[in-house]
């Protein structure tokens, strides 16, 4: 009782806490902050052009696109979240995050994750509507109403992310070891001291139950876009359809199986660093991938884009010159 009391008493004292290197050995270190610089460059240079491909094509400007650049956010802030941290502490040779910069790491990157499973479910709606009620998507889908949908995800994903960081910090720590590159959910509630972390357990538990719901009615949404595609006599018309969906479904299946994975999976060190790679890492530098080869219009958009930024780069030059 003395011994976990005074763990407890011990726990006012970490202002920090140091979170798993990927190797001791100085060139690995170097190593992994080349992998990971590449992987965060990509990542944000493949959003940053969904982003700016929506933004300055006006034939992009309906609601699917503004979810797609709403997703490209979200996947860009994610990844910002965790990347850059973890490349300056193995650049300085360091595992230190301090106790607030835990905090503000894992608030915003449940933040980003949850906006990123919301808004994949409501982007499943807005392709069931346009697909299946093509002659009420004007209605159904106007500006205001999608302007509420995205603004209800930011909100609830943030309140989400308040709630999950309330209840892992909500027990003190025996420990300030984190076996992992980042302040994950479940290392975090494996150092707790008290029976308070099952707060945290509760949440998650809910959280599991609504992302099912959300997963079923993500499937049958799809059940009933495919049985409608099929249906569509036009193979231009079928093709059409299924180049905007695909993406969206194979984003979709890509963050929930990567998900599954890393919170089912049996319990060992380097299986939690595989798997929390895949689906922390992996998701938003393949969605900006996977949407600019499956879509026509973001490829021609991309297109254009490139070539008006080549175009601007050679006057500047010529003025130069």
Known sequence: MNVKKQSMDNQSSFSEFLLLEFSDVRELQI???????????????????????????????????????NLALQDLGQASVII????????????????SGCVAQLLFFVFFVGSDFFLLTVMAYDRYVAICKPLQYGMLMNTQTYIQMISSVWISSFFYGVLHTGGTFA?????NVVNQFF???PQLLKLAC?????IEV????????????????NIISYVYIFTAVLKIPSTEGRQKAFSTC???????????????????????????LAFTVMYSMVPPLMNPVI?????????????????LRHSSMKNLSSLIL
């Open 202 to 217: 509760g949440v998650i538990v809910i959280s599991a139950v609504f992302g099912i719901g959300c997963f079923i009615f």
């Open 246 to 272: 695909l993406p969206h479904l194979i984003v979709y299946c890509l963050f929930v199986f990567t998900s599954y994975f890393a919170f089912f999976k049996p319990s060992s060190l380097h299986l939690d």
């Open 31 to 69: 190593l992994h902050f080349i992998i990971f610089l590449v992987l965060y460059l990509a990542t944000v240079t493949g959003n940053l052009l969904i982003i700016s491909a929506v933004a300055f094509d006006h034939h992009l400007h309906t609601p699917m696109y503004f979810f797609l650049m």
């Open 183 to 185: 302040c994950e959910i």
């Open 291 to 307: 949407y600019s080869m499956r879509n026509r219009e973001i490829k021609n958009a991309l297109s254009k884009l490139l070539r």
């Open 171 to 175: 027990s003190p720590f025996c420990s």
């Open 194 to 198: 008290t029976d308070l972390y099952l």
């Open 84 to 99: 850059p941290k973890s490349m300056v502490n193995s650049l300085l040779n360091t595992r230190r995050i301090s106790y």
